[in-house]
């Protein structure tokens, strides 16, 4: 990867949680100026959904927040391990998963999204079978507060 930082992030479908972890970190990257240190992606654990764009309750947040994405699903790749220097998972699953699939030398540092946030909000949970928009409005406010201590202690050089 030839940027100096990168950062993976994940969720099972990667059509409702990780597109708006990663237009999230990605916006917050370009705000603080460093858009040429950073590669972010995102990815899914199961492969159901590649190829496609976010579902539209995802897209309606992103749109309602300013935040730009037009990346499509892909599923997680062994090579994710040795490329990323960081892969963020959503949920204790998905973090089981991860370790369950990561080689024994991957590079990437493996972890939890909420864990950063300073309001101790720890598990993005998944609304994808949710009846409404609501689960994605607060998906997006997680990733606010994570993405933006992570960036932070990232810059201070605490991680
Ligand atoms: P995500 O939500 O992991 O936040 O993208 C899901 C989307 C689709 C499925 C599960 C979770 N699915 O089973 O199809």
């Not at 030398?105 to 939890?112: E, F």
């Amino acid at each position: 990867m030839s940027k100096k930082h990168s950062a993976l992030l994940i969720c099972l479908g990667n059509i409702c949680r990780s597109p708006i972890a990663e237009g999230v970190f990605a916006h917050l990257v370009k705000q603080n100026g460093d858009e040429a240190e950073w590669h972010v992606d995102s990815a899914a654990i199961g492969g159901w959904h590649v190829g496609k764009s976010p579902d539209w309750r995802a897209q309606d947040v992103l749109k309602a927040h300013n935040i730009p994405y037009n990346n499509t699903a892909r599923q997680l790749v062994k090579e994710d391990f040795y490329n990323f220097d960081y892969i963020f998972g959503m949920d204790e699953e998905n973090m089981s998963d991860l370790k369950r699939k990561a080689p024994k030398d991957a590079k990437a540092k493996l972890l939890l999204l909420g864990d950063f946030d300073p309001e101790g909000d720890r598990i993005i949970r998944d609304p994808y079978y949710d009846s409404d928009s609501k689960g994605f409005e607060k998906c997006y406010q997680q990733c606010v507060r994570s993405c933006t201590e992570f960036l932070k202690r990232h810059q201070n050089k605490e991680i």
